[in-house]
């Protein structure tokens, strides 16, 4: 079953300007996108380092969009409350990064922000099990973390539609929205699939900052996004 209510694209700033970074999220919200997605490696949990709560901070003034941090570091507890502070408005991490999944859990919700579980292409979904009360959004990696501008993993659309699932039959008991992101792979060409596989939030950061290389406009491939995902919107609807 589709996912209800609208869809919500999130360029990962992985594949931005670093050097123009705040000037990037600006523009890219600006041209229609909804959350900036920030992806935090630590060389140790993924083979790549990358950002931390300083550069959250940085950006946090160039936009009123939530910032999605997905965090790739094991351990996670501690960089909790520093991404709160820095201004995250939704925290994920990965359930083999924390030795205890239900406290980091809770946690990221009395720091104030929504809480996130990320899966990775071969992460089982038993983790879901006994804490779907405690989660504001699932990640499904459709890649294997670290690294942006790989392929999507087809198998993720089988898990896409058995988390969508999952969250209808909470939802239909009485449970909070949870939102499914998928994240890895994502493109024009292929975005249709995804949501009617059931998910709502895509994230996307080669397709979309790759403009640039291709001499178009963030807004340009914006549109290309939401003209693929419209006849997936209209049965939705
Ligand atoms: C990969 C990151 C992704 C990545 C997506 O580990 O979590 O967010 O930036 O990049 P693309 O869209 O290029 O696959
Ligand atoms: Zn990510």
Known sequence: MMANGPFRIAPSILSADFARL???VENVIAAGADIVHFDVMDNHYVPNLTIGPLVCEAIRPRTKAPI??????KPVDALVPMFAKAGADII???????EHVDR????????????GLAFNPATPLHHLDHVMDRIDLILVMSVNPGFGGQGFIPEALVKIAQIRRRIDCHAANGGQPIWLEVDGGVKPSNIGLIAEAGADTFVAGSAIFGARGADRSYHEVLADFRNALEPAARRAA
Do not use: Q, W, Y
């Open 22 to 24: 705040g000037e990037e």
């Open 68 to 73: 999605d941090v997905h965090l790739m570091v």
């Open 92 to 98: 994920s991490f990965h359930p083999e990064a924390s």
């Open 104 to 115: 980091t859990l809770a946690l990221i919700r009395e720091n104030g922000c929504k809480a």
